[in-house]
């Protein structure tokens, strides 16, 4: 096995960091790892933002509500970006096919899925290093104070953030859906021919919370997405993508 494949198999989220700092050396080779990622037609519809600002981590940590979005060596916030090419219109009729354009569910696809794969670029990268990290989706619990926060302008959207640090605790790694839940040969499984992999998933599942060394508890992965999908979470995501012109047509 490669090094490559060994860092990809022993991901594990980090939330407890020590309070060593990165260099700006290091800083530097995880966004420009993050960079050399696939973009669609080379749009690289994305930006990300550095936070090292202390007030503004504890500002974010109000809206996330964990602890590691304040406490960690670095921050990465990731965000949707059309705005550059909606600035590179040099006629009125040119602006308008491009507004048309940039309006539609498409572009929205193409910026979160460019804004993703860069940000797994910047995981891998961090971790090849001996750094941990952890993706921050809580981030849009209040989707409109992290834009004011960020000053973010049209065609701008926060997506998800990511912590970065040395490591302060050693979490298991969490098990994974079986490979015949997730991989599908030339077409979609009927459900059916699932429900095995999953069943013997929630036991692996109920097996990894009633053992792991901190945290424990008895739950599976089937009630823990009855719960989550029994809830309306973020409703507001969908006006608001729609009020920075994304997402309308």
Known sequence: MNQVIHTLLNHRSIRKFTDRKLSQEQIHTIVKSAQQASTSSNVMAYSIIGVTDQNLKNELYKVSGHTHVKNNAHMLLFCGDLHRINRLANTEDNQQTIDNNLESTEQLIVATIDAALAAQNAAIAAESMGLGICYIGSLRNDIKRVNELLELPGHVIPLFGLVIGYPDHNPEIKPRLPIDS?????????????????????????????????????????????????????????PFVKSKNLNKR
Do not use: C
Request: glycine share 2%; proline share 4%.
């Open 182 to 238: 997730i991989y599908h040969e030339n077409k979609y499984k009927p459900f059916a021919e699932q429900e095995q992999f999953i069943e013997a998933y929630d036991n692996e599942m109920r097996s990894y919370y009633g053992n792991r060394s901190s945290n424990t508890k008895l739950d599976t992965w089937t009630d823990q997405m009855i719960r989550k999908f029994s809830t309306p979470t973020r409703m507001d995501v969908t």
